[in-house]
């Protein structure tokens, strides 16, 4: 059975950094990318940018370039979205998902919980 | 940041049909590209329920179905039920700048 799992929720004060997971089971993980989604509070989704856990390629969206870093370690299995410094605006859930047939993405993680407040 | 719009609302009864669509340009849906369909539960993993435009994944009950024309696609769910009230997200990819993935505005599918 195909699943992603992410990291627990984080509560986090402004300026600090921050590294979320997502471990992946149930497949060969290097042979599919893996995407990042945000979802702020009562707001819908949004791309941030997806890896190529074989590789480390990755590929941001214009809109999250340089404010976030996406990396994945594939003897582990997993894939993470790293900030060096936060905002309050970077609370949301976050979401990792795996690309599926015709670029879709099939399987989801739980989604995590990021709320950055002072 | 989206570029895809939706309504942001449906509602339908019990065992009614709705429709939700998805209005893209000619940088995305219009270029050919695949849309696919995602319904989120809360505190739930999204799940996919149509990819490339037409296409159910295995267990993803035939009252959900998907359609494409021009630049815009839809999504019908026949035979509405309690369990389907949730919010439903269309998917694609845009050529424009570098080439990336939208999403739709997002839609809330309240079961009357």
């Known amino acids: 059975e195909v699943q992603l799992v992410q990291s627990g929720a984080e509560v986090k004060k402004p300026g600090e950094s921050l590294r979320i997971s997502c471990k992946g089971s149930?497949?060969?993980?290097?042979?599919?990318?893996i995407g990042w989604v945000r979802q702020m509070p009562g707001k819908g989704l949004e791309w941030m940018g997806i890896?190529?856990?074989?590789?480390?390629?990755?590929k941001n969206s214009p809109s999250f370039k340089g404010q976030v870093t996406i990396s994945a370690d594939k003897s582990i299995n997993t894939a993470y979205l790293q900030w060096s410094s936060l905002k309050a605006s970077d609370t949301a859930i976050y979401y990792c998902a795996r690309r599926g047939p015709r670029i879709s993405l099939d399987f989801w993680g739980q989604g995590t919980l990021v709320t950055v407040s002072s | 940041q989206s570029v895809l719009t939706q309504p942001p609302s449906v509602s339908g009864a019990p065992g009614q049909r709705v429709t939700i669509s998805c209005t893209g340009s000619s940088s995305n849906i219009g270029a050919g590209y695949d849309v696919h369909w995602y319904q989120l539960l809360p505190g739930t993993a999204p799940k996919l329920l149509i990819y490339g435009n037409t296409n159910r994944p295995s267990g993803v009950p035939a009252r959900f179905s998907g359609s494409k024309s021009g630049t815009s696609a839809s999504l019908a769910i026949t035979g509405l039920r309690a369990e389907d009230e949730a919010d439903y997200y269309c998917h694609s990819y845009d050529s424009s700048l570098s080439g990336w993935d939208v999403f739709g505005t997002g839609t809330k599918v309240t079961v009357l």
């Open positions: 149930g497949y060969s993980f290097s042979n599919y990318w």
């Open positions: 890896i190529n856990p074989g590789d480390s390629h990755t």
